[in-house]
């Protein structure tokens, strides 16, 4: 049985996950994401290596690493994951970025503080309470991490990356993408794979997923996610959607009610 359980408090998006037969599609998030395995082994390809959590492993993803998942077997899995927006990092810790160094660790206090926080946003707990366990997490969280200052950005990559969001809401030219770097389209696709694990077309993808769901949060109205953001229907949104966060767009936004 697939059961995928989303609430928000504190900024902070927290999932309480269990199944055994469904598959992440290839996909990315703009948050930080930290979970815990509590039961059986999460698989996952991670950029270019291969990943196995097993239970209490504290997953690190960083902001927009790219990763499918699935269970090691038909014993199926059971784990919890937070979503925490860079703007709430940046400002807990100063202004500046993280980059977990390990995808995997095994650290007693961090997946106790992971799930504490987990299990206080989705009990509904004072959202006071939640911004403490907030500020403490990302604090042990830092000692895991460097500053992503000590990470070289590629110039063409992060170009792309801004033209793309700033046409999000239509459909990808890739045409222009092409003249703006003075390269062919296989050579633009091979380059942005090279360095981000995915095509520029699937990146894009993403991205308009992940702005339906935050519109979809704010509004509460699906069908102005759907318009906004340049899908053809519901059903195009909820198929794209279900490949990511496990769930269609309009049950999530019915957990979000």
Known sequence: MEQFTYKKSADVLALAASFADFTYKKHCHEEYAVGVTLRGIQQYNLSDSFQSSHRNGVMLFNREQYHDGRSYDKEGIDYVMLYIKPELVAEILGKKELRFQSPIVYDVSLARSICALSRAILDGNDETLCTEQLIHLIGMLSKTAMDAEQRKNNRLVKQAKEMMYGSIGNVLKLDDLCTEFGMSKYQLIREFKAHTGIS????????????????????????????????????????HFKSMFGITAYEYMSQLQ
């Open 200 to 239: 520029p077309y699937q990146f894009f993808l993403n991205c308009k997923v992940e702005h339906a769901k935050r519109s979809i949060e704010a509004s509460k109205d699906i069908y102005t996610a759907v318009a906004e953001y340049g899908f053809v229907d519901l059903t195009h949104l909820n198929r």
